[in-house]
């Protein structure tokens, strides 16, 4: 079990509003990554933070957008929601930000855009 | 691009059977290899890892060898359990400079029986 935990873990939207997911880093991690998990498929990588800067980004429209705060912590907000952004959103923390560390992972948001 | 193939599932076994999983890569730099596993409900677990060519990762008797030659990372076990039931998912990070993302494939699910 990592001490990675994500709020909230379900949640319902209709197309064309807007949200924000959240991410509880384990302690002592300054990196922060999401991705995006469709039914049946890989996790997609959407973006990275490092020391509250994003420092890679994915395939991914602006409007999925991000923070992260001093605590490490971090949110993961999309605007202007379609049926297709229907997925687990993962949040993964580490050490480093060099891409070849451990993640540990939380269990996700599950995200349904109606 | 950079991309990881996995052989799709459903794999069923009996309890005790051996195991592998197939997993190629596509990267033009030098990526350290991983398997994760997710089981019911939870997150991506990091099941072993492997950094450079010829390395062998193992966890939990379960192996995999970087083999450069091939650009593959198979998944062994020798006798599987009904706890092993779960999705692995194979995945490269690319070391290349600036580049800190993590490549997923699409994951095989495995269902041991008793």
């Known amino acids: 079990e990592t001490g990675v935990t994500q709020s909230p873990t379900h949640l319902i939207k209709t197309r064309g509003q807007q949200v924000t997911l959240r991410c509880s880093s384990q302690?002592?991690?300054?990196?922060v990554s999401w991705y995006q998990q469709a039914l049946g498929q890989g996790p997609q990588f959407i973006f990275q933070?490092?020391?509250?800067?994003?420092?890679g980004r994915g395939n991914f429209p602006p409007r999925f957008s991000g923070l992260q705060f001093p605590n490490y912590s971090s949110e993961l907000n999309v605007n202007a929601l379609e049926l297709d952004d229907s997925a687990l959103y993962l949040c993964?923390?580490?050490?480093?930000?060099?891409?070849?560390?451990?993640?540990?992972f939380g269990s996700g948001t599950q995200l349904s855009v109606l | 691009g950079d991309s990881v193939t996995q052989m799709e599932g459903p794999v069923t076994l009996s309890e005790e059977a051996c195991l592998t999983i197939?997993?190629?890569?596509?990267?033009?730099?030098?990526?350290?290899l991983f398997w994760y596993v997710q089981y019911p409900g939870e997150g991506l677990q990091l099941l072993l890892k492997?950094?450079?060519?010829?390395d062998k990762g193992s966890n939990k008797g379960f192996e995999a060898t970087y083999r450069k030659e091939t650009t593959s990372f198979h998944l062994e076990k020798g006798s599987v359990q009904v706890s092993d039931s779960a999705v692995y998912f194979c995945?490269?990070?690319?070391?290349?400079?600036?580049?800190?993302?993590?490549?997923f494939g699409t994951g095989t699910r495995l269902k041991v029986l008793a």
């Open positions: 993964a923390s580490s050490l480093g930000g060099q891409g070849t560390e451990k993640l540990f």
């Open positions: 197939n997993c190629t890569y596509t990267a033009t730099g030098y990526p350290s």
């Open positions: 933070y490092y020391r509250e800067e994003e420092n």
């Open positions: 302690s002592g991690h300054n990196t």
């Open positions: 492997a950094t450079k060519a010829d």
């Open positions: 995945a490269l990070s690319d070391r290349s400079p600036g580049t800190y993302k993590y490549i």
